[in-house]
């Protein structure tokens, strides 16, 4: 029986990087171009010049990886998250965790968290934080800049 259950996860884990490889391969890609370039590409700050919910999560994850746990935090806390969820995405073939994976208020629940800390990151440090900042280079504030002339 524990045999079976050893074969499930390892199937688990082969269907997921056999499905998710392209994202997989494009993310690691992105991750190093940021990195090595030191490259803001978050699309919000890119056109509205306005941070997301999710801006800083890739140097927060490369400080978890790091495993510079206090890093990681001021970066993004919600990166902690991402190892649950990515876990459950990777073994939802598995039938117990498939009934978690199911669960409607577990997402609900996640993404209450999301927003919230993106509002209490927001209220805390924008824009005096290094990745909580204002782009004035974006679009939006380009198109505000020509119409003012």
Same mark, same amino acid.
């Given at each position: 029986?524990?045999?079976? %259950?050893?074969? %499930?996860? @390892?199937?688990?884990?082969?269907? *997921? &990087? /056999? !499905? !998710?490889? #392209?994202?997989?391969?494009?993310?690691?890609?992105?991750? #190093? =171009?940021?990195?090595? *370039?030191?490259?803001?590409?978050?699309?919000?700050?890119?056109?509205?010049?306005?941070?997301?919910? $999710?801006? $800083?999560?890739?140097?927060?994850?490369?400080?978890?990886?790091? &495993?510079? *746990?206090?890093?990681?935090?001021?970066?993004?806390?919600?990166?902690? &998250?991402?190892? =649950?969820?990515?876990?459950?995405? @990777?073994?939802?073939?598995?039938?117990?965790?498939?009934?978690?994976?199911?669960? /409607?208020?577990?997402?609900?629940?996640?993404?209450?968290?999301? @927003?919230?800390?993106?509002?209490?990151?927001? #209220?805390? !440090? =924008?824009?005096?934080?290094?990745?909580?900042?204002?782009?004035?280079?974006?679009? &939006? *504030? /380009? @198109?505000?800049?020509?119409? /003012?002339?």
């Amino acid at each position: 029986m524990k045999s079976f %259950q050893h074969n %499930q996860y @390892i199937i688990s884990i082969l269907n *997921f &990087l /056999k !499905y !998710y490889s #392209i994202p997989i391969i494009l993310l690691v890609i992105y991750s #190093i =171009f940021a990195v090595y *370039f030191k490259f803001d590409g978050c699309i919000s700050k890119l056109i509205f010049g306005l941070p997301c919910p $999710g801006c $800083g999560l890739s140097r927060a994850g490369i400080s978890l990886l790091m &495993l510079d *746990f206090s890093k990681a935090w001021h970066y993004n806390p919600i990166i902690f &998250l991402i190892p =649950f969820m990515l876990l459950l995405l @990777i073994f939802k073939d598995v039938e117990w965790v498939n009934k978690i994976f199911k669960k /409607k208020i577990l997402w609900i629940i996640i993404l209450i968290l999301i @927003i919230s800390c993106y509002i209490v990151r927001m #209220i805390m !440090y =924008f824009p005096n934080h290094d990745v909580l900042c204002l782009n004035y280079n974006s679009l &939006l *504030f /380009k @198109i505000f800049n020509i119409s /003012k002339t």
